[in-house]
């Protein structure tokens, strides 16, 4: 094993290196939602080969297909980028998963600098990307380097998927994945995925679980064409208060879920679960302020944990076809369409959760008896992940953990769904680990996404002492 000390320094020594290695990636404006970003994606996975190569990667571009976008454009998908590192067979194999797309950005959205163009600020860097997921795929190619230039054994073979799409809902992946289980991830005994984020802002965590992801449109008809509602309002049963009255019948004012049968799905919470939940390092009252929200459900620490991870939840999300800009619009819409999803965890399926929402709004639409046309639809659908977070990969994450910061990792779960994770651990039938670098409050998605150096550096420090601590790992 390489001493820490000197691999700590050599790292250090290389700090404007590795951030000028993400700022040329921020600078790929690769926005996979906008047609006009489309060969910025493919720019972006071609720069990131190359960085690859440098290591001494052999690399393969699977092509990906089209893709019709809601305008009716056809648009070449962007390939997945496969990449191996190492292929010797008494060695164990590590897969590592990231993303090489963005959310979309721009400065007058309300950012402080370009999003674009990687700028430090009180030691921190801003950027689109810079967090999710460019900045922990760079520290990936960080480690790698320095372990090379210190002519370190690397005790495992590594492979890459970085796809091009994740921020669009990961198109073509699975299916890609699928195809090369029997060759590419035919030897995987480990996949780490490094695209999520620590719980607080000082302490490192390894994540275990994930909730799955519904979601629905409620579709309701008044008409063939907008109307104007001093002419014709009092004479239609207008689609908006049929609409308003059936999303207000979803939870109530506390956040509880009406929907009948959806509670009784989900996996009896245990003794021990609460007791890891206890341990966890977490401040209910920094939590509140960095949301400046008035008030949180709750005050108690456990059951806020338990509401982002191990509950379900459901969150309403917009209505399409109403009026959303600014000043009054006096218009009765011909068609509205309403959108909310539910966050779902173990034991729950799209399946059954699908069942249950469709039955009880229609339920409820017959309570309505409106005369307007309604529909309910799922329109997509994904199933939580949970890994045993006491497997030895775990422990080698924190290990890793131990040896950068000095203390033991907090084990969470998060609230969110990166789908491809369960597809990882169904296809390889072995242990896959969120192994996180960024801090709560990077704000991945919104204005102003940052970085803090040390997390960079540090999180480059962890993924150095984890590839060489699974050399001793048992998969």
């Excluded at 289980?181 to 995987?188: A, E, I, P, R, T």
């Excluded at 896959?432 to 204005?447: E, Y």
Aim: hydrophobic fraction near 35%; charged fraction near 25%.
């Amino acid at each position: 094993m390489v001493e820490f000390k000197k691999l700590s320094e050599c790292i250090e020594k290389k700090q404007e290196i590795f951030i000028d290695r993400l700022r040329r990636a921020v600078e790929i404006p690769s926005v996979s939602a906008e047609a006009g970003h489309r060969n910025d994606v493919f720019r972006m996975i071609d720069w990131t080969q190359k960085e690859l190569e440098k290591l001494g990667a052999t690399c393969e571009q699977i092509q990906n297909g089209k893709q019709e976008m809601p305008d009716g454009t056809i648009l070449d998908l962007p390939p997945v980028l496969f990449a191996t590192l190492g292929q010797d067979k008494s060695k164990k194999t590590l897969c590592i998963y990231g993303h090489l797309d963005v959310q979309p950005a721009a400065l007058c959205d309300g950012w402080d600098s370009d999003p674009f163009k990687l700028t430090e600020r009180d030691g921190k860097l801003y950027g689109r990307g810079s967090t999710d997921d460019k900045g922990p795929v760079m520290a990936w190619i960080n480690a790698i380097e320095t372990l090379q230039e210190m002519k370190v054994d690397i005790p495992i073979n590594i492979k890459f998927v970085l796809e091009g799409m994740e921020e669009s809902g990961s198109v073509g992946l699975d299916d890609i994945l699928i195809k090369h289980k029997d060759s590419f991830l035919s030897d995987v005994e480990f996949t780490c995925i490094s695209d999520s984020y620590w719980l607080g802002k000082s302490k490192p965590c390894l994540a275990y679980g994930l909730r799955g992801l519904c979601y629905y449109c409620v579709e309701i008809s008044v008409c063939q064409q907008d109307l104007h509602s001093g002419v014709f309002g009092g004479t239609v049963h207008e689609g908006m208060a049929d609409l308003c009255w059936l999303m207000s019948q979803l939870i109530d004012a506390e956040g509880t879920i009406k929907i009948d049968g959806i509670h009784e799905q989900v996996a009896p919470v245990t003794a021990e679960e609460i007791e890891l939940y206890k341990k966890i390092d977490f401040d209910i009252d920094d939590y509140r302020n960095d949301l400046k929200a008035h008030k949180l459900v709750t005050d108690d620490k456990v059951k806020i944990l338990m509401n982002r991870w191990r509950f379900p939840s459901l969150s309403i999300h917009g209505i399409e076809g109403a009026f959303a800009g600014p000043g009054a619009k006096t218009v009765i819409p011909a068609k509205v369409v309403g959108k909310f999803s539910l966050r779902i965890v173990p034991d729950m399926t799209p399946k059954a959760v699908d069942k249950c929402v469709i039955d009880y709004l229609n339920k409820l639409w017959a309570q309505r008896k409106s005369p307007n046309q309604f529909k309910v639809y799922p329109t997509k659908g994904s199933k939580p992940w949970l890994a045993d977070y006491k497997n030895p990969h775990y422990q080698a994450g924190a290990k890793a953990i131990k040896t950068v910061f000095g203390t033991e990792p907090d084990y969470i779960c998060e609230g969110g769904s990166i789908p491809v994770t369960l597809t990882f651990q169904e296809l390889t039938q072995k242990n896959v680990m969120l192994l996180p670098i960024g801090a709560c409050d990077d704000m991945a998605h919104s204005q102003n996404e940052k970085i803090n150096i040390t997390n960079y550096m540090d999180g480059t420090k962890v993924l150095a002492v984890y590839l060489m601590e699974l050399g001793n790992c048992s998969s």
